[in-house]
């Protein structure tokens, strides 16, 4: 069985999830995390959690931290008492888009890796184009109040990056852009993290990977994303399977 680590579930229409779930079972995938863009999505993730083998995140999208107040650490946390929730965020730095002034950004990233160490649960941390402030605020973060477990989700960083997470207990998980003609660099480096600290998503309904490029994701589809990832480490499709299963239920507890 595989687990989709990261999707957004949210992003369908109502009427099409039947259809989403059914095509991941076919697929293999029978457990996927609906991650949180923001805050007031709670109620309703937690609500897509009755489905059979959903579970999901809280927390605030970085593109989405200027539209309210930043939350504190002891609010996020607090909507991660229900046990379908597994995760804090996604949370962290897009300086590609710059959708959300960086020091909000920053400021935003912070409160959830102090939620993340309250809850006693993982963050999803999104990064793009911000390693080096990625890695600087999680260093600072675990010096100051200690370690935390962590998950670099859709990794498209460079390697600088994915050792310092490495270093600090981080996860790495790869998505469909692992599969993309260009992303040698990236498979490279998907090559080289240790085989307890590797994961595969696709975060549907963004970047499908090859075969399906150019159509919408869905969960389903991580299994094309997976059959790479275990040619490119020498595994066969269902050690890779059970490797990253196992993955994602040490480092999110609640699933285990």
Request: glycine share 10%; aromatic share 6%.
């Amino acid at each position: 069985m595989l687990i989709d680590s990261h999707c957004h579930l949210d992003m369908f229409e109502a009427s099409e999830l039947d259809g989403v779930l059914q095509r991941a079972a076919a697929a293999g995938v029978g457990e996927m995390i609906t991650i949180s863009t923001r805050l007031g999505q709670a109620p309703d993730l937690i609500a897509l959690t009755r489905r059979p083998g959903v579970w999901c995140t809280v927390g605030v999208h970085p593109h989405n931290v200027g539209e309210t107040p930043v939350a504190d650490a002891a609010t996020i946390a607090g909507l991660a008492a229900n046990s379908r929730v597994v995760g804090i965020g996604e949370s962290g730095l897009d300086y590609f888009y710059d959708k959300a002034p960086r020091d909000l950004q920053q400021a935003s990233f912070r409160q959830h890796i102090r939620a993340a160490r309250l809850a006693g649960l993982p963050l999803v941390v999104h990064a793009r184009d911000a390693d080096e402030d990625i890695a600087a605020v999680l260093h600072e973060e675990s010096d100051a109040g200690g370690p935390f477990q962590h998950v670099l989700h859709c990794f498209s960083s460079g390697r600088g990056l994915a050792e310092a997470a490495l270093k600090l207990g981080g996860y790495i998980s790869f998505s469909g852009m692992l599969t993309f003609p260009k992303s040698t660099g990236l498979r490279d480096i998907a090559r080289d993290v240790p085989a307890d600290r590797l994961l595969v998503e696709t975060d549907a309904p963004f970047l499908a990977p090859v075969p399906h490029r150019g159509r919408r994701n869905e969960p389903g589809y991580v299994a094309d994303t997976a059959r790479v990832l275990a040619g490119l480490r020498g595994l066969e499709p269902e050690a890779l399977q059970a490797l990253t299963t196992n993955n994602v239920r040490a480092l999110f507890t609640r699933m285990a």
